[in-house]
């Protein structure tokens, strides 16, 4: 589908007839995933998240409304859409359903082009919301992570961190002497240099967990979970080592005839907040400054 992820449907429903016509209507544009009662509903949405359930009010075991309920209950199923189809024609089974939190309800028998259009509908809004939600946490100018969603993910790395006793460290990047380059070659010019930064942090923060986020203005960071002080170092001059292969000529640089960058890190230390431990990263970006930029600066441990 031309390069676009397949969009999941489950269809779950006690009635095999209806499992398998329904199956091999959508089959053909989406992944189908199968249950054949609620129990298996659930087990099957919190495993494979679906973006859309085809769900029957009426199965044996827990009806669809009871399902339903458990699937908003619970936060990792919680925002999956979901289209009701019942043999239940009442207009307050309906509304109930709506009530409920489904997004449609579709009455037996079914209709192939109606099903089919409400289907197509439904998942072209999980489209939409899902960009909308990519695009408030990606940086505009970068497309690295932007700030709200570096703050996100500090915040849940840190109580990971605290719960499990894994390591966390971080580390806040400049960009030396961006104002003179911005002066000197024109914003336009500005920009470039950022973008190439910043695909060079990306690059680095390949490891499982691993962010790179532009924090504001030329200021980046690196958040780097389940990654001891020695490794973190060594992701930063990585970084510093594809800024050196780039060569980027800064003809107004204090440091260098190129483009460099200034670094400071920090590994949370037992009781420190994640404010704590950003301060440190802060204040050891500081003194790499104060020592004449072009090098990283790493609290002691």
């Not at 024609?89 to 259009?117: C, H, Q, S, W």
């Not at 790395?157 to 499990?164: C, I, N, V």
């Amino acid at each position: 589908m031309n390069g676009v992820e397949t969009q999941k449907v489950l269809i779950a429903d006690d009635d095999p007839i209806n499992r398998q016509v329904l199956a091999e209507l959508l089959k053909p544009e989406y992944t189908v995933l199968l249950a054949k009662n609620g129990e298996q509903a659930l087990e099957r949405a919190a495993r494979h998240t679906p973006d859309l359930i085809l769900l029957d009010v009426m199965m044996p075991d827990l009806d669809g409304f009871e399902v339903l309920r458990r699937l908003r209950a619970d936060p990792v199923t919680a925002g999956i859409a979901i289209i009701f189809i019942s043999g239940l024609d009442r207009p307050e089974d309906e509304a109930n359903g709506l009530k409920m939190g489904a997004a449609d309800y579709i009455a037996k028998p079914f209709n192939a082009t109606v099903v089919m259009a409400r289907v197509a509908l439904h998942l072209q809004v999980v489209r939409q919301q899902r960009l909308l939600e990519h695009l408030a946490h990606v940086d505009a100018l970068t497309g690295l992570a932007n700030r709200r969603r570096f703050d996100e993910s500090l915040a849940a790395e840190w109580q990971r961190a605290r719960d499990s006793g894994t390591p966390l460290s971080l580390a806040l990047v400049d960009v030396d002497s961006f104002k003179q380059y911005n002066d000197h070659y024109g914003h336009p010019a500005g920009d470039r240099a950022l973008r190439a930064v910043a695909r060079a942090a990306a690059a680095v923060a390949h490891r499982p967990g691993h962010l790179a986020a532009r924090y504001g203005g030329e200021e980046l960071v690196l958040l780097m979970p389940d990654t001891d002080a020695a490794l973190a170092r060594q992701v930063v001059r990585e970084l510093t080592d594809a800024l050196a292969e780039l060569a980027i000529p800064h003809a107004a640089a204090v440091a260098a005839p190129v483009l460099t960058i200034s670094a400071g890190g920090a590994t949370l230390q037992p009781g420190e907040t994640a404010s704590d431990l950003f301060a440190a990263a802060d204040a050891h970006l500081y003194r790499a400054k104060q020592a004449g930029r072009n090098r990283a600066e790493w609290r002691a441990q």
